[in-house]
């Protein structure tokens, strides 16, 4: 896909794993625009699955609807709108019905992109051999480490890592951080779920992204969550620039 003086090579891929009998994880790499969008339901129940399928729809369908008009207003309107659509979508389940939400949109002209975030899903760019993770994870565990309330690895953090303070379908409808960023011919970008950064470790992480196919990369990455234990769902979007 060729935006502005950019060229995005983006590819997808998901994995069920070894814990549940289903896939609540929803991956979209948007045929037209350069889009790139990935979903984590909370929970193996129909929340879950509906909270996933209406969030990433709903955003989809709004950033369509106002293309090539994206900024940061219209990008706040559609997540406040993804709010919406994930609470009516569960409001005649009793279990819990939200997801993570992450994604990557380029504008029109290729000068500028923007990353979506809600939950614990991440972004990762790796840019002249440095990986850096920039979104936050929207956890108990996060601000508890940031702050100094117990160590990374202790039992607490354990504990808190799956207490989300902001998701879609939260009952507060909280906004979405919003970041704006540049793409770079050698740019590569993954968006992934917690299945894949929970069992991946950074060094290994930053070895497979490097790999030149990115087909063979996703494939690879998948697969090193499965030979971890493959205890979660696990998702990847991968963004070649050049």
Do not use: K
């Amino acid at each position: 896909m060729s935006v502005g003086h950019l060229r995005l090579r983006p590819v997808g891929g998901t994995v069920v794993g070894h814990r549940y009998p289903a896939n609540f994880d929803v991956l979209h790499v948007d045929p037209d625009l350069p889009l790139a969008v990935v979903a984590d339901g909370m929970g193996a129940g129909e929340g879950s699955r509906r909270a996933g399928t209406t969030a990433v729809g709903t955003l989809v369908a709004e950033i369509r609807a106002a293309w090539p008009d994206i900024d940061a207003r219209r990008l706040r309107t559609a997540v406040a709108r993804v709010q919406s659509a994930v609470r009516a979508a569960g409001a005649d389940l009793a279990d819990l019905t939200g997801c993570t939400l992450t994604a990557l949109l380029v504008e029109p002209d290729g000068g500028q992109g923007w990353l979506v975030q809600l939950g614990d899903s991440r972004a990762y760019r790796l840019r002249d051999g440095l990986l850096e993770l920039l979104t936050v994870d929207h956890t108990a565990a996060w601000l508890g480490v940031v702050h100094g309330w117990y160590a990374a690895d202790s039992p607490a953090a354990a504990r808190a890592r799956y207490q989300l303070t902001r998701y879609a379908g939260h009952p507060g409808e909280p906004e979405a951080d919003l970041l704006a960023v540049t793409l770079r011919p050698g740019d590569t970008w993954l968006l992934c779920t917690d299945g894949v950064s929970d069992q991946v470790d950074y060094h290994r992480l930053r070895e497979l992204l490097a790999d030149p196919d990115p087909n063979q990369a996703v494939r690879t990455l998948l697969d090193a969550t499965l030979t971890a234990g493959g205890t979660d769902n696990a998702t990847a979007v991968l963004v070649r620039v050049s």
